[in-house]
């Protein structure tokens, strides 16, 4: 297929804000700061709700297109078959989604939890009731609502691209709520937004990845600095960019299937060599604390709840995933031709929430028991930084140094295949839509997103890059909303539904009656 042309108008006013972006937070860091301190204040004093009510809506919606008649619809031709085998679809899901984030958070989230509980719940700081509630809300926010955020949005764009054959551009799904016509413009914007929210949700992860890359070969080498920040960053931006150019069939997809050896091998590592009957006890009583709690911990907003807490963790969360959702939903949405809409939902909803489950329950799991029997203490690790929490965690194992270097290579493969993805949609979004955008492109976008995250990383400038991510995805709730009311409308009208089951005026259904011979028949 032959690449399709750039949108140049589309690509100017992206380039030109992402470039005064750049230039604002590497000249005026300060007033970078500061703007961005006030405008998320606001945005948590005033919208926080917004994000909770949001992300439950989009989990709720998920389910139940999943289990529904909609269930049925192919995101193809009715003949179409999956264009990736399951293991390669789900590497590429998860790899994307996000493996930068599990490798950084893993351990520094439960422990932050468990040395510093939720102030509204009255729970000491290193009890075992901290423990659970640690192991709860990082489960919480890293299984079910970040992939169901992903997944109505990559619902929405692979049916529009591959159903309705409108193409891979993330206005195409809206064209529902336009009459049944494009409207230029508006799509212009809603793409240009999708763009924006792309460059710094990635630029946001790159930049954890880039700090805890560093920190592995400070404790490997005895390296570290700002001069090995910019190594660490210009090679690995080289790397994804030659892998993004080689497409999805060769460097994307070989890296993450690489990428998901790799960290089922750590968690085995951590698993056998840890505290393996304590995390066998975790991973049961973790998910079923989880799912016992599901439900106040989806409802909590700033009414009863310390608002800065709040704001530092679920709502930064939920804005995150929704930054990145654009991305990641687009990039699913590519990689998912043929499959039916059930599959589509349980796939991307289950499957990386069960890997997740496995991890926080092996990596922050061990280290909260070695916290808990007194085997180590981490809170100087934590104090310094979150990057250092892995890396301290595996220095309490047998053959740390080794894990230590694997670890360093697995984030730093995740950089790139998160990087490359990411490079990919937006290459697509910025050709009208192009499933084969051209190479040129996609390295120009991988090299200006690399380069977005250096320069505000080397300015200082990384906290300021979150805030503008979480502000970034402030007007992204109603564009998801919007989506996925155009989702619903298009396939509530799909015959491959199967047909509307249709109430009799007594309120059985009609197949129920005629089975219960109800219909007057003898």
């Not at 911990?297 to 654009?326: C, H, N, Q």
């Not at 730093?412 to 050709?431: E, H, I, M, P, R």
Request: some cysteine; glycine content about 12%.
């Amino acid at each position: 297929m032959r690449p399709s042309k750039p949108d140049v108008p589309l690509l100017a006013v992206a380039v030109g804000a992402l470039l005064a972006v750049v230039v604002w937070g590497a000249v005026f860091t300060e007033s970078l700061a500061a703007a961005g301190d006030a405008a998320l204040g606001w945005v948590l004093g005033n919208l926080g709700w917004l994000f909770v009510v949001a992300a439950d809506f989009f989990l709720v919606l998920a389910v139940v297109l999943g289990l529904s008649r909609f269930g049925r619809v192919r995101l193809g031709k009715d003949g179409d078959v999956p264009e990736f085998s399951d293991l390669a679809w789900t590497a590429m899901m998860f790899s994307s989604g996000m493996g930068i984030g599990l490798m950084f958070y893993g351990v520094a989230e439960p422990m932050t939890h468990l040395l510093s509980p939720p102030p509204d719940l009255g729970l000491a700081a290193g009890s075992p009731q901290a423990a659970r509630t640690a192991m709860e809300y990082s489960l919480f926010h890293w299984t079910l609502h970040p992939w169901a955020i992903y997944a109505v949005t990559g619902l929405a764009l692979a049916y529009s691209t591959f159903r309705k054959g409108r193409g891979n551009r993330f206005s195409a799904a809206f064209t529902p709520l336009f009459g049944g016509r494009p409207r230029p413009l508006a799509g212009r914007v809603l793409d240009l937004l999708a763009v924006l929210a792309t460059v710094f949700g990635t630029a946001t992860s790159l930049g954890l990845g880039a700090l805890q890359v560093e920190y592995g070969l400070n404790e490997l080498l005895g390296l570290s600095g700002r001069r090995l920040e910019v190594i660490v960053i210009i090679a690995l931006t080289a790397g994804f960019v030659v892998s993004a150019a080689t497409g999805v069939h060769r460097g994307v997809r070989i890296l993450s299937t690489l990428n998901v050896y790799l960290a089922a091998a750590l968690a085995l590592f951590i698993f056998l060599l840890g505290p393996t009957v304590a995390v066998l006890d975790l991973v049961p009583a973790s998910l079923g604390g989880y799912l016992n709690d599901l439900l106040s911990m989806s409802s909590r907003t700033g009414a009863f709840v310390d608002k800065e807490w709040l704001g530092a963790w679920t709502i930064f969360y939920w804005a995150w995933w929704m930054s990145w959702a654009p991305f990641v939903g687009a990039f699913i949405a590519r990689i998912s031709r043929g499959r039916t809409v059930r599959e589509f939902v349980v796939g991307v909803l289950l499957v990386p929430s069960g890997a997740s489950l496995l991890w926080f329950s092996i990596s922050g799991g061990s280290a909260v028991w070695l916290q808990l029997s007194g085997t180590a203490d981490f809170a100087g690790e934590i104090a310094e930084g979150a990057e250092a929490a892995m890396f301290a965690l595996l220095a309490q194992l047998p053959l740390g140094t080794i894990a230590t270097a694997v670890t360093a290579l697995l984030v730093a493969l995740y950089f790139v295949t998160s990087a490359d993805s990411a490079s990919l949609v937006l290459g697509s979004l910025s050709t009208g839509g192009s499933l084969h955008p051209p190479r040129p492109l996609v390295v120009m976008w991988g090299v200006l997103v690399g380069t977005v995250a250096l320069v505000l990383l080397l300015a200082g400038g990384l906290e300021a890059l979150q805030q503008a991510t979480i502000l970034v995805a402030l007007p992204f709730v109603a564009v998801m909303l919007l989506l996925c009311a155009a989702l619903v409308k298009e396939l509530r009208d799909d015959p491959g539904a199967g047909p509307v089951l249709h109430l009799h005026p007594h309120g059985l259904p009609d197949a129920i009656r005629r089975v219960s011979g109800e219909d007057g028949a003898e």
